[in-house]
């Protein structure tokens, strides 16, 4: 039996995904979702395949972080409610109005690249770009299985992480951004971690993706569901 390395399987688990994606022809552009709890790999991995389908088909990146409410909205039900988070953090109406529909059946192809800019806490204002309709949008992100906007996808994967392992990837990651441990731990264990509890108890994202990924090691996924017939779960 050949011996795998640890960041050659994750490069095998990327190469079949981009192939998997890029087998797909549709009269508008591919909607792909890269969901998953915060911290668990999802812009990296969808920068990972956006690399290795640009090699045959045009590209689109975008993520939900770019399509936040403003602070008035995502902190009124209180700067570390988990409703707050699930709920009031993203602008879903945008994401489906500006880009999933344009890009969808009957759609235009025009579609925004943002709506808010989180670090500046101010709208975006953006001209329309126009998609090919032979191009792969690649939509990473949180909560994007959430009744209001799950069925605007063409293909959903899943990246699946313990709590407990988001908790301690944000300890190392988010420092910076939070200011310190404590404070890290404060905003995950009352607002993030509760707001994705409550996400998997509404949605069910792991049972309605198309493809489910455990990424527990993200340089050895663990495939635990992968499409065999091309349906999708109800």
Do not use: C
């Not at 797909?24 to 999802?42: M, N, S, T, W």
């Not at 059946?105 to 001209?127: C, F, I, Q």
């Not at 905003?187 to 198309?210: N, T, V």
Request: net charge negative; no cysteine.
């Amino acid at each position: 039996m050949r011996a795998h390395t640890r960041g050659h399987e994750r490069d095998e688990v990327v190469a079949r995904l981009a192939e998997h994606l890029a087998r797909h022809r549709l009269p508008h552009p591919l909607r792909v979702a890269v969901d998953g709890p915060d911290a668990a790999g999802k812009t990296r991995l969808a920068d990972d395949v956006a690399v290795a389908l640009r090699r045959s088909r045009n590209v689109i990146r975008l993520g939900v972080d770019d399509f936040h409410r403003p602070e008035e909205v995502r902190r009124r039900r209180g700067s570390l409610s988990p409703e707050g988070y699930y709920l009031d953090a993203f602008d879903q109406d945008a994401v489906v109005g500006s880009v999933l529909g344009p890009l969808g059946p009957g759609g235009d192809g025009l579609y925004l690249p943002a709506t808010y800019d989180l670090r500046s806490e101010e709208h975006v204002v953006a001209e329309r770009r126009r998609a090919d309709d032979d191009a792969i949008l690649l939509f990473d992100g949180v909560f994007l299985l959430r009744p209001q906007v799950r069925d605007h996808w063409d293909v959903t994967v899943y990246l699946h992480v313990e709590p407990e392992e988001t908790l301690r990837r944000a300890l190392v990651r988010d420092v910076a951004l939070f200011g310190s441990v404590a404070t890290v731990e404060e905003r995950y264990l009352a607002r993030y971690l509760p707001g994705q509890e409550l996400y998997r108890a509404e949605a069910r994202p792991s049972d309605r993706a198309d493809i489910v990924l455990d990424m527990g090691d993200p340089l050895r996924p663990v495939v635990v569901r992968w499409p065999s017939d091309g349906s999708r779960p109800s």
